[in-house]
């Protein structure tokens, strides 16, 4: 059960009831608003106080989405779009439903041909499908590169992970379990390599202490100015 409400101050807001929900949550994405999403049994007055105790959070994140909405691509019918190893293809179609699927190096999105191209589901579903795009060439390519990193410079790890993190584009574990971004495949090849090369300094020097930045810029050739033309780049804007 969804239903949109207008909050002085905060604008729209739209209410989602929904059957796994254990607690209230709020979410504010580019393009989509505030999401509001609340267990069955709490009704809607609950909600709306929620929102108002989280007002100022709610604002500032609101600010920043609009940020990311001017930074993001808006993806059309009429550009061109790709990944590595991957196109996207826009296929409009009768049907009243968005599909989108990854197959044989295509993003292929259906949606009905009546809608706008910067429709913010339309928009949303192009997303999911270049993530899952993304995920699929940064478990191909990223463990092997790890690997390669290892070898060549004497680390020793346990194991690589890829996961969809919304604000660390690595980390390493205190057991060497080294965890890589899948946008890392979004980023020039320099920079891949040196996040790589980063969580890989992880598995020696656990902190970003001088022996730490000693260690990988002695690898990298300059650690600290790579780190600083990383922070170039969102993950969560693309």
């Known amino acids: 059960m969804i239903k949109k409400i207008i909050i002085e101050d905060i604008g729209e807001i739209t209410i989602n009831k929904s059957k796994r929900a254990r607690h209230v949550s709020i979410r504010v994405k580019p393009r989509t608003g505030v999401m509001v ?28 989405t609009k940020r990311m ?25 009768e049907k009243k439903k968005i599909e989108v699927t990854v197959y044989n190096g295509i993003i292929k999105v259906k949606f009905p041909a009546a809608m706008a191209d910067n429709n913010s589901i339309l928009q949303e579903m192009i997303r999911k499908g270049i993530v899952e795009a993304l995920r699929r060439e940064a478990k191909k390519f990223l463990p ?35 965890n890589l971004n899948l946008h890392i495949m979004r980023l020039p090849e320099k920079l891949a390599d040196y996040v790589i090369l980063h969580e890989l300094t992880h598995t020696v020097h656990k902190n970003h202490g001088k022996e730490f930045w000693s260690l990988l810029t002695e690898i990298t050739g300059d650690g600290k100015e790579l780190a600083k033309e990383l922070r170039n780049y969102d993950i969560q804007i693309f």
């Open 37 to 64: 999403t609340v267990p069955i049994g709490v009704n809607y007055d609950k909600a709306i106080e929620f929102v108002h105790k989280k007002a100022d959070w709610i604002s500032r994140q609101l600010e920043r």
């Open 144 to 178: 092997k590169r790890v690997e390669e990193f290892a070898s060549k410079n004497g680390f020793t790890f346990n194991r690589v992970s890829i996961r969809n993190s919304k604000t660390r584009w690595g980390s390493c574990s205190s057991r060497n379990n080294i």
């Open 69 to 93: 909405e001017g930074k993001q691509t808006v993806f059309t019918r009429d550009m061109e779009h790709s990944t590595i190893s991957h196109r996207l293809v826009f296929s409009p179609w």
